[in-house]
């Protein structure tokens, strides 16, 4: 069965530290990769996504980017964090438009 | 403009009565609509998901139905229970890009 892994499940960083979120996913090859965000009363913000190794597209222009070193491996970064970057980070996969399987997030906070 | 609305932002039920939560939305055309579960602090669990040509669709105690015309969903939760306190989130996807719009999600709370 396919499983979806995210870390750190929470995170507290100063403004203008680095970030690394990692994603990966087990049982299923050539998976699309999401990014989304989530912050308090809103709807899930699409980062960005990738269709494949290298693959990368953004959605909306921030301080954030992203890397898919790995079929599925999806790694969401900034070299300096912003305080309006705080929010739930969410690791999504599908084949195809099919369902959408999201992990378990992380809470970044920036102080 | 491609937005989702769904009512109401909030809800507070009692252990074993039944809800109706609401989703409209201004997508178009669109290709399917999607029903999600999230519980406080975790990812969302996708309960259902309908194309165009569906009516209804259910999943246990969840029944998604789906008016094209009108442009409505609605989940039905019946016989609720405490686990269902959660946010339930409408999402619809784009036909022509497949891009998914998600809304801003009802907070159900159930108590005992």
């Known amino acids: 069965s396919q499983t979806i892994h995210q870390w750190p499940a929470t995170l507290v960083q100063p403004v203008g530290s680095p970030l690394s979120l990692e994603c990966t996913v087990e049982?299923?090859?050539?998976?699309?990769l999401y990014w989304y965000r989530q912050a308090a009363g809103r709807g899930l913000q699409l980062l960005f996504y990738s269709v494949g190794i290298g693959q990368i597209s953004s959605e909306v222009p921030q301080n954030l980017s992203a890397s898919r070193p790995q079929d599925r491996q999806f790694i969401l970064s900034s070299k300096k964090l912003l305080l309006s970057d705080s929010g739930f980070y969410l690791c999504?996969?599908?084949?195809?438009?099919?369902?959408?399987?999201f992990g378990p997030g992380t809470r970044l906070t920036v102080t | 403009k491609n937005q989702v609305e769904q009512s109401p932002q909030s809800l507070i039920i009692l252990e074993g009565k039944n809800c109706t939560l609401q989703c409209n939305y201004t997508v178009s055309p669109f290709s399917n609509l999607r029903w999600y579960k999230q519980d406080t602090g975790r990812g969302p669990v996708s309960l259902t998901i309908?194309?165009?040509?569906?009516n209804t669709k259910s999943n246990g105690r969840y029944t998604a139905t789906l008016d094209a015309d009108t442009k409505q969903s609605s989940l039905h939760i019946t016989a609720s229970q405490l686990s269902d306190s959660a946010s339930y989130i409408c999402?619809?996807?784009?036909?022509?890009?497949?891009?998914?719009?998600f809304g801003t999600g009802t907070r159900l709370q159930v108590f005992p």
């Open positions: 049982g299923t090859s050539n998976p699309n």
């Open positions: 309908m194309t165009f040509s569906e």
């Open positions: 999402v619809v996807a784009h036909y022509n890009t497949d891009k998914l719009i």
């Open positions: 999504a996969w599908s084949v195809g438009t099919g369902f959408l399987y």
